[in-house]
């Protein structure tokens, strides 16, 4: 019955505004995706803390499709909420959701450092060290959010915003500019504008999907496939910088593309799959509502955890089991701050805005009482 119910959700698209169930299916995809974000950044900063994490292949087999398929979800169930209300009222909204968390976040951050690792710093020295955290350290939220309010812009004319919003993606990810999160800006933004638009048009692509799927995925496996052997160090975004500047450049940009585009695709198959089959299971459910209804706050209690690790010399002379080990205990710890930080503030009133964007008891969203295009 929970599968079924999950499944007619999934069918009636992100514009049921009125409905009355959630679509846990996407709460556990994205459950998921936040769990791959966590596990990328432990072996990013502990398994591989020299600098060899590019190598990995489970880092790549994660980052070739976890923050893009997190932005087309993100498109998808923001569809609703972009054309139902104002211009002034959803960005506003929006950024309430995603920027004042950031400032508390990166607040504790800073004075973490004063207090712990620099407490000599002067005041000019942390306001410009808070600019640099408030920008870098949580980038995929400013990514989100100014996907939101560009689509929301281009949605003004209605007849020509889909073709406006795929020339868009096109357009952002040609850019030249390089400095700051720009770079992961411009690799994510066509992400959401594909969300965005699957969810404009989920009938029309579900019948086409459903009647060539099988033919279709076993093309985007191989894709995925084939990119995964090729895909490099100088494939990721944050070392081509979405640049294509010669041959070399455009063949790592557009392998970077295609490959993320095809796992995000067959990633999302394989989380649907997980989830019609297992849908019942309490950890499969854990993942959905507990997990998948926090990323938010996951994301960021992650980024500062890490953040602050970046300070702290460590493991240096560590065996690969005992790495293993301390970042498997630290990924639990995580999970478990997180779900205890929501279940101590949900009841706060504004202090539940500030530390993870959710209005009162909206960390508690069941199933029966949210609809799927709440943005979350």
Known sequence: M??????ASTRRGSHSAGADNRDLSFDFAKGTLIILVIVGHLLQYIVHRDNQFWYSPYFKSI???HMPLFMAISGYLCSGTLLRKSLTRSITDRAKQLLLPMLFWCAFIETAKLVVFSPASSV?????DFSKEFIGTYWFLWATFVSFVVIK????CDRLSKWIICISAIGVACVPATFSIV?????TYPFFCLGFLLAQSSERWTSIILRYKPPLLVLLAIIASVCFLAWGKETYAY???VVMHDAESAKQVLLMFAGSVAASAVAMECVIQCWRLGCAS???RFVAVELGQSTLLLYLLQGTVFRLMDLIPFGERWDLTTRIAVASMLGVAIVVIAISVRWIVRDLGCISRVVFGASPRSGLLKAQSVPKDSCG
Do not use: E, R
Request: aromatic share 10%.
């Open 2 to 7: 929970l599968c079924q119910t999950a499944t």
């Open 63 to 65: 980052y070739m499709f």
């Open 153 to 156: 812009v281009l949605t003004v």
């Open 282 to 284: 309490p950890i499969t």
């Open 124 to 128: 000019t020295a942390g306001m410009v």
């Open 239 to 241: 070392n081509n910088l």
């Open 183 to 187: 770079p992961l800006i411009k690799y």
